[in-house]
């Protein structure tokens, strides 16, 4: 009897041994830790395209680009920015991405290490207050600009099969439920210090959601809650046309400012001139820029008349040309106890 209860005993252990190497798990039926770790690595691997959708905390705006022009300048971003994202990937190196944040959305595409960017209210907010740089976010209306990849997310940890799971798996998981649900799927949560891992039950067991614990920073983010879909789908990205470089300013409208005010001419009928400089191209704006020349009294600033000039046809980047109108209907004020401003208004891209 005691061979016997040796015998039993000694099995029992080989088998808790086998079992322990496999990894199964307490449920019957369900899919070992080993299963869904290895399910997870290679689906992430082999993948040709993904979608992934959530929301996240970064520190830092993504990037834009350097405005080259006289007086144009970037603002700081907030140190940090609370962000929803849609991003599709299609490996190795092209992406499509809408982040929404506040009141300003940027949605920006990546081919190869070119980056293209989309988002005038997000341009308007992030570049500099001056009255140049903000006729640059005018002419860029809600065209397309060249900036830098690197200020597009990354977030190498989360699509890389091999970093995924040395991130979140493995030793990373202290605590393994069974059947909780995700977007009315089945799946396993392996959690751990860093973050809540939901992986599908059933086979490929591809991950379906990652939370990050509080305070936890991966790739850069923190508060990230993002769930993965669309796996091999064809997104079909590609570069956008009719790209603004603000390295080259002559990809612009007409940006005209006024050099010089002529005010030779102005009698009782005041006939003014300005001389004007375009500052950007002639590309696609959706009306001819507009001087507005206005007489006011020196002494008390009312204003005593005003008229308004088209510019037609347009000058080419760095090129001046002169543009004017009269002024009528002054009552016989003085020219010399006047003064004559011009201001451009220049409409942009639609």
Request: proline share 6%; net charge negative.
């Amino acid at each position: 009897m005691a061979g016997r209860a040796a015998l039993a005993a000694l099995g029992a252990t080989a088998i808790a041994a086998a079992l322990s190497a496999c990894d199964v798990p307490l449920g019957l039926g369900q899919p070992t830790t080993r299963a869904l770790e290895n399910g997870v690595a290679d689906t992430l691997t082999a993948a040709k395209t993904l979608e992934i959708i959530g929301s996240y905390t970064e520190s830092g705006d993504p990037s834009l680009p350097a405005i080259p022009a006289s007086g144009a300048r970037k603002i700081v971003p907030p140190p940090t920015s609370s962000w929803k994202i849609d991003l599709q990937l299609v490996k190795p190196t092209t992406e499509h991405v809408v982040l929404s944040g506040g009141s300003a959305d940027l949605e920006a595409i990546t081919i190869g290490g070119q980056a293209y960017f989309r988002g005038h209210q997000f341009l308007a907010e992030h570049m500099g207050s001056d009255p140049l740089s903000q006729n640059l976010v005018r002419a860029a209306g809600n065209a397309w600009w060249k900036g830098s990849a690197g200020g597009v997310p990354l977030l190498t940890n989360f699509i890389d099969g091999a970093s995924f799971r040395a991130t979140f798996l493995g030793p990373a998981v202290t605590q393994r439920i069974d059947h909780v649900s995700v977007d009315g799927v089945d799946a396993v949560n392996m959690s751990g210090p860093r973050a809540d891992v939901f992986i599908a039950s059933a086979p490929p067991h591809r991950v379906l959601r990652v939370h990050l614990k509080t305070g936890v920073v991966v790739d850069g983010i923190s508060d990230g809650d993002l769930r993965f879909v669309n796996f091999d789908k064809d997104f079909g990205i590609a570069a956008p046309a009719d790209v603004i470089d603000f390295s080259n300013l002559s990809t612009l409208t007409p940006i005209y400012t006024v050099v010089s005010v002529d005010t030779s001419g102005c009698g009782s009928q005041c006939a003014v001139l300005a001389l004007i400089k375009n500052l950007g191209g002639m590309n696609g704006a959706k009306a001819p820029s507009t001087i507005t020349f206005t007489m006011t009294d020196s002494a008390s600033g009312r204003v005593l008349g005003s008229c308004q000039a088209q510019v037609k046809p347009d000058v080419g980047y760095n090129a001046t040309t002169t543009v004017g109108c009269t002024i009528g209907n002054l009552s016989g004020q003085p020219a010399g106890a006047a003064i004559v401003t011009a201001t451009a208004d220049n409409p942009g891209r639609a």
